[in-house]
């Protein structure tokens, strides 16, 4: 078990002067998860992925990464390590060949195996056309696959990834996603965005942090729990009596919204769309429409960044 | 590793203009100045040779090479150490390093040794005038020697104290001024205060302890005084890089 554990951080904190940047914030990472990491701007997502990769020292609290502490054996932690900050590290004067092979070189891999470790690294990235091309004249998309392709050649145990699908296109944000979910296998990812359906879509665990403190720490599975809706969202043709809908078993209350729509507020557990259509169609109504709604991550984002000081601490 | 990271360095030092550019105004400016001082040699040849103690073709023309030498790479080192740190930190290169499994002292003496070997290609290409006299005299060896070690240690001082302005601020440009401050302020120490304090301050000028070299005289107090003010520059330099770590 404690093979698996790849990443331990341990009440870290980080200041800038008075300001708390990361506040006591204490998470683990397994192989073969992807973490995703959220917050809104400036909540300290990038001071924390710039401590576990040992760019910056924490104020106070430990961090281990595949058993080796960050302080007492960086070399050790840190090969370990794949980084894309969020500004991708590229020499704009190098080729991309010339700038892996370089990379290469810096995270030990033995002259024999580099040419393969980079021609890996390439395929994985869709950079195979462009070995030869100067970094200083490859579009946004290519610099960003460059700095993806520097974080995992020496294939690392722990990738972790600031923003890795800013500024590409829809497919290689597809492909991006296909990759992480390969490296996950072997590996254990770790990756902030904004993004939000991208967490929903590749990633197996969420935090979302905000203001330096951790507000949630869940799995996805258990985010997808706590979303379940207890909303039905209706439309009919025909007019309707709402007090025959309220009557029915789990139901709470109705609501006529400005666009015709009803929505029927039910009890958790009970849902009573079967009854519900059983009566429309009885009835007359004309059912139209018939939407389970559901609380968006987003929302869920929203709410939990949104609300003051007091609360945030309840949550944890 | 620290290899690798001196050979980056020589590799993108090479590959933009500015090394080349920086070769070809050195060696310009050695060869009028080199041109001058065989000229000058032959025009008091007959003079030196009528003299007690005759001083040689070593005395004037090499020892002058050397020592205009030492006066312009003065000024053009600090162009060459300004981007080492400074422009890696400007664009945020500088993660790739921290990230990956190297020590502060390792990136400190990488870049230092890059910089090291494109100064040794630069001493070269002067030493090389002093000895196309070869052709059609002798030289003192003995002498010649000392100056070169002396102009390399000169220079391998200067190039430890730009480095070190180099990673104290993200701008090579400050960087570059900074050391030219520095190293100026080096040379004309030995000219200004009187009497014992006077003493102790031209005592820390670099060039005073370069005077010797150019006579010939190899004082192991001066080549050690070198290796101290490199190691003190290249270990600040290392704590630097640390404080980037730790500071907020």
């Known amino acids: 078990m404690s093979n698996n554990l790849l990443v331990e951080v341990d009440s870290v904190s980080r200041y800038f002067g008075d300001l708390a940047a990361v506040n006591d914030v204490s998470f683990t990472v397994n192989k073969g998860t992807v973490l995703g990491f959220l917050g809104p701007n400036g909540a300290g997502k990038t001071t924390t992925m710039q401590m576990i990769t040992g760019n910056l020292a924490p104020t106070s609290g430990r961090i281990k990464i595949a058993g080796y502490d960050l302080l007492d054996e960086p070399r050790a932690a840190k090969a370990c390590i794949g980084y894309l900050p969020e500004q991708p590290p590229l020499y704009l004067e190098y080729t991309v060949d010339e700038y892996l092979d370089f990379c290469a070189a810096l995270n030990r891999i033995p002259k024999k195996q580099r040419l393969g470790a980079r021609q890996q690294a390439k395929e994985r990235c869709g950079l195979t056309d462009a070995g030869r091309r100067l970094i200083g004249n490859l579009s946004k998309g290519y610099r960003q696959r460059v700095g993806i392709a520097q974080a995992i050649i020496h294939q690392p145990q722990v990738v972790i990834l600031d923003e890795p699908t800013a500024g590409l296109d829809p497919i290689q944000i597809r492909e991006i996603r296909t990759l992480v979910r390969e490296l996950s296998q072997e590996h254990a990812v770790i990756l902030s965005t904004h993004i939000l359906p991208e967490v929903q879509s590749s990633c197996d665990h969420v935090q979302i942090i905000d203001r ?9 599975d258990g985010l997808t729990q706590r979303m379940q809706s207890s909303t039905l969202s209706l439309r009919f043709s025909n007019s309707v009596d709402t007090s025959r809908i309220e009557q029915l078993n789990g139901v709470r209350s109705t609501r006529l919204l400005d666009d015709g729509r009803y929505q029927v507020y039910y009890q958790a557990g009970q849902d009573p769309t079967d009854a519900l259509v059983k009566l429309a169609v009885d009835n007359h109504w004309g059912l139209r429409e018939l939407i389970p ?6 929302d869920m984002f929203l709410e939990l960044t949104k609300h003051d000081k007091t609360q945030a601490e309840a949550t944890i | 590793m620290i290899f690798t990271l001196a050979w980056r360095e020589i590799r993108s030092m090479f590959l933009s203009p500015l090394a080349w550019v920086i070769l070809g105004v050195v060696q310009a400016l050695m060869g009028w100045l080199f041109l001058n001082h065989v000229d000058n040699y032959m025009s008091i040849q007959s003079r030196l040779l ?9 005395d004037i023309v090499v020892a002058s090479v050397f020592g205009n030498a030492a006066i312009i790479l003065l000024l053009v080192v600090p162009l060459i150490t ?10 945020r290169t500088l993660t790739l390093l921290y990230s990956a499994p190297l020590s502060m002292t390792e990136i400190i003496l990488g870049k230092y040794l890059g910089i090291l070997f494109f100064l040794l290609v630069v001493l070269f290409l002067v030493a090389l005038m002093p000895l196309s006299l070869l ?6 060896f003995g002498a010649f020697a000392s100056g070169f070690l002396g102009l390399a240690l000169l220079l391998a001082s200067f190039a430890a104290v730009g480095l070190f302005m180099s990673t104290l601020t993200q701008n090579p440009t400050i960087a570059a001024v900074s050391t030219f401050g520095m190293l100026l302020l080096s040379w004309v120490l030995d000219t200004g205060g009187q009497g014992a304090s006077g003493n102790v301050l031209a005592y820390f000028s670099l060039l005073n302890h370069y005077e010797p070299f150019l006579k010939g005289v190899f004082d192991s107090a001066d080549a050690v005084f070198y290796v101290l003010l490199i190691t003190t520059f290249l270990v600040l330099s290392t704590r630097r890089l640390d404080a980037d770590r730790l500071g907020g």
């Open chain 1, 212 to 220: 330096g403190k951790l507000v949630l720490n869940d799995s996805i």
């Open chain 1, 293 to 298: 709604e559901k609380a968006s991550l987003e």
């Open chain 2, 50 to 58: 009528s003299m007690q103690t005759p001083i040689g073709l070593t």
């Open chain 2, 82 to 91: 300004m981007r080492l740190v400074s422009e890696e930190r400007r664009n």
């Open chain 2, 135 to 140: 052709a059609g005299g002798s030289l003192d």
